[in-house]
Nanobody
Framework: QVQLVESGGGLVQAGGSLRLSCAAS????????IGWFRQAPGKEREFVST???????YYQDSVKGRFTVSRDNTRNMVYLQMNSLKPEDTAVYYC?????????????????WGQGTQVTVSS
């Protein structure tokens, strides 16, 4: 069992930065892939980024070069550094964990989810 809690969301102007944190419980955290997804009002939840248990990272095309995902297994933490934010980045951001295989950008492959944190980017 893994429990996830996101934090770090807020209101920022376009071009600004935020760092989201995902705190995880559970002894096997280091063995999990951790993904970030987001859901804007009226839209489907979409993949943003994943950091695999081995440290490899993957990003949605629209955030490449602006977002950076990292993890600290000693603290059971995953971070999403978001720079050059745009109004279209406005959404609730969720972190999710999985130990299975399958496509990294598919929600159904993730077993555990946090409650989400709101990110609002004003123009």
């Amino acid at each position: 069992q893994v429990q996830l809690v996101e934090s770090g969301g807020g209101l920022v102007q376009a071009g600004g930065s935020l760092r989201l944190s995902c705190a995880a419980s559970g002894r096997t955290f280091s063995g999990h892939d951790i993904g970030w997804f987001r859901q804007a009002p009226g839209k489907e939840r979409e993949f943003v980024s994943t950091i695999r248990s081995g440290g490899f990272t993957y990003y949605q095309d629209s955030v490449k070069g602006r977002f950076t995902v990292s993890r600290d297994n000693t603290r059971n933490m995953v971070y999403l550094q978001m720079n050059s934010l745009k109004p279209e980045d406005t959404a609730v951001y969720y972190c999710a964990a999985r130990r299975g295989s399958g496509l990294l950008d598919i929600r159904a492959t993730y077993d555990y989810w946090g409650q989400g944190t709101q990110v609002t980017v004003s123009s």
